[in-house]
């Protein structure tokens, strides 16, 4: 049962709704919108204006090119209506996984947010079955340029510390595979090129978990045959292979956990009592970004202060004390004050 009425010169649709029992009431433009977006498929499949003309004028809504023309573009702010004007005339298709409702501001900022800071973190078919709504959120905030919220992509950045290496090249087939064993747990017969002089070695590990760290990523794995746990570099893969047999995953294995303990650290399976005199000037960002959550620092004099924490005991830490040792001196433990001065050493040589 329909009614048509005029209320300020605008036509308007009321339709009993029988499901909720109610008479529902839209008007004219709205209903032409909710058709445009029925007509327009989704990709591969396409249309073009003048077949969505004459579907409409089928329906009743007589529209000029036009009027049909600014119709679709304002729909494609709301929706992820996209265009090929590569061929004339031009096609219109919606693309897949979009959330045909619409997008919040809020939605769209938090999508793009991910695509610029994290997609690298999603498999590769995830992040093709997202590049509808990456696309839909980036008509968006182009949209809504009024709204201050639509700015802050541009006001906020991530920048990693210390210098940064480029970004080295991954095989894609070797992470579309290594991204597949990882979901289905599936064990890998991997092609490794170690650093020189080390000859490629093939392995058969069962894949852990992925880590970035900065632009490298690491495949944490065990061996198949020890349950020895290795980190892989991603870009040393030559080729992989998935195996027919299930991974056999560790009991209680949890990725979080492992990276907590230091296991990417290159540790050395011990917890020591460092000491460390510092440069009040120089070192004061470590007051205000501790070694640990239970340092204990003393004043020794007003030019120096001491940290005294306990700490993993890693390669990292080595080479992190070693960049500030022109403004800090470690006074403990003895081994890795013996160590640390023997690198130094060999540093300075190298400057003779």
Known sequence: MKNNFNIEQRPFIVSYNKDLGLFIMSDNRTQRHMAILRYIPQKPGHTTTVELKNKLSTDGFNVSLRMLQRD???LSCQHAINCDDSVRPHRWFQLKGVNQTGMTLSTALAICMLKEHAQHLLPAEVNTNLD????????????????PLCNWPAQVAILPPGFQLGKPTVND??????????????????????????????????PLGLVARGHVVYLIATLRD???YRHFVLHRMVDAE??????KLPPHFDLSGYLEKGSM???KNEVISLELKVDCIEGFHLLETPLSPEQVVTYPDHDHFIIQAQVNNTEELKWWLMSISD??????????KNELAASLIKAAQQYQ
């Open 226 to 228: 020890s349950g020895e």
């Open 173 to 206: 087939q070797v992470m579309k595979t290594v991204e597949y064993a990882l979901i289905h747990q599936q064990e890998l017969r991997i092609n490794y090129k170690p650093r020189p002089p080390r000859q490629n070695k093939s392995y058969q590990i069962n």
């Open 72 to 74: 679709i573009e304002s």
């Open 242 to 247: 998935l195996s027919s047999r299930s991974a």
């Open 265 to 267: 650290s290159f540790p």
């Open 327 to 336: 403004i800090s001196q470690l006074l403990g433990p003895e081994s890795l």
């Open 132 to 147: 509808g709504f990456f696309s839909q959120a980036t008509h968006k905030l182009a949209a809504s340029s009024e709204n």
